[in-house]
């Protein structure tokens, strides 16, 4: 919801413009949570005045949209409206034992690629590549303001587990206390004999940090 990488992806997906794209993140519009509340009005109150408004006001150059982009935008606000309802749904019904939330493919990818050239040097392969599962329970712990000790051999790579992958499901119950079929949290470890694999499981450790600092600085 407060990606922006994931938002330009989208935007894209569904054949919006790049001048367009661009001319929204310039206006202060940059994330699907603050399309969702651009306006005063829900996307099915079948009314887009509020949103016309609110998009000549934003956008620079006193451009009208066309049409067609109109058509583009209501489909991008509908969308974005709907992520943070559901989001706001999930935080209110989550609970402890539920797996921690996925970072969006996009953000992650952008996240990775700035680290790739911040850190000048390094090898970055899928042995040193933090699991995409480690990198989202930082990025817990950051949204929860908890902070929780991992071992070494929690610190998996990316290779371990695309080796590993499995989808296990739970029954737990939520905050309601209605059962629901959840995501087993992955129990990956990896080998921490010798002083080769502690150094890779330490380098892996402090990647993942620079990759929940870069996150935050996004948000």
């Not at 206006?27 to 005063?40: M, Q, R």
């Not at 989550?94 to 939330?101: A, V």
């Not at 970055?124 to 989202?136: G, I, K, N, R, V």
């Amino acid at each position: 919801m407060e990606s922006t990488a994931s938002f330009k992806s989208r935007a894209s997906e569904i054949g919006m413009s790049g001048d367009l794209i661009s001319r929204l993140i310039d206006g202060g519009v940059d994330t699907f949570g603050k399309l969702a509340y651009i306006c005063s009005v829900s996307p099915t109150s079948g009314d887009d005045g509020p949103l016309k408004e609110a998009l000549t006001s934003i956008l620079t150059g006193g451009i009208v949209l066309t049409p067609q982009e109109m058509i583009l935008m209501r489909r991008l606000w509908f969308e974005s409206y709907t992520l943070t309802v559901t989001e706001l749904t999930n935080k209110l019904q989550r609970n402890p034992s539920d797996t921690p939330k996925s970072i969006p493919l996009a953000e992650r990818l952008v996240r990775i690629d700035e680290q790739k050239d911040r850190l000048n040097g390094l090898v970055y392969d899928q042995f040193l590549e933090p699991a995409h599962s480690l990198t989202d329970r930082v990025q817990s712990m950051l949204e929860d303001g908890v902070v929780t000790y991992l071992t070494p051999e929690k610190c998996v790579s990316r290779h371990d587990e695309i080796q590993s992958n499995k989808s296990e499901q739970q029954l737990c119950f939520d905050s309601q206390g209605n059962v629901k079929v959840t995501k087993a949290e992955s129990q990956l470890s990896c080998d921490v004999t010798g002083e080769l694999r502690l150094r890779q499981c330490l380098t892996r450790k402090a990647l993942r940090h620079l990759i929940r600092s870069s996150c935050v600085r996004s948000m």
